[in-house]
Nanobody, 122 residues
Framework: QVQLVESGGGLVQAGGSLRLSCAASGLPFGGYAMGWYRQAPGKERELVAAITSGGSTYYPDSVKGRFTVSRDNAKNTLYLQTNSLKPEDTAVYFC????????????????RGQGTQVTVSS
């Protein structure tokens, strides 16, 4: 049974930082492309970071230079370091896994976690 469990969300002031984690189990983590999405009320789901099994990364312009995705295949864990947070970054962040990176760009994935709330106050 595959499980993706996020942690590290919370309330932070604008300009602050949070480090999100996604612990994976039940799948060959190292062989999957991984992504972080966010979903805010009334807004479309957005892919904010993706990383291939080999460690290549992708970011949209909205977070480039502020967010950093990484993975520790030995620990089956995905990370998202979020810096210089803005109120518009407020959302539920969840991790997702797919065998193909391209699927993550299409908003499709084999597995996803429940998410962790990030709230940025002004």
């Amino acid at each position: 049974q595959v499980q993706l469990v996020e942690s590290g969300g919370g309330l932070v002031q604008a300009g602050g930082s949070l480090r999100l984690s996604c612990a994976a189990s039940g799948l060959p983590f190292g062989g999957y492309a991984m992504g972080w999405y966010r979903q805010a009320p009334g807004k479309e789901r957005e892919l904010v970071a993706a990383i291939t099994s080999g460690g290549s990364t992708y970011y949209p312009d909205s977070v480039k230079g502020r967010f950093t995705v990484s993975r520790d295949n030995a620990k089956n864990t995905l990370y998202l370091q979020t810096n210089s947070l803005k109120p518009e970054d407020t959302a539920v962040y969840f991790c997702a896994a797919d065998s193909l990176l391209a699927q993550l760009f299409l908003g499709r994935y084999n597995y996803r976690g429940q998410g962790t709330q990030v709230t940025v106050s002004s």
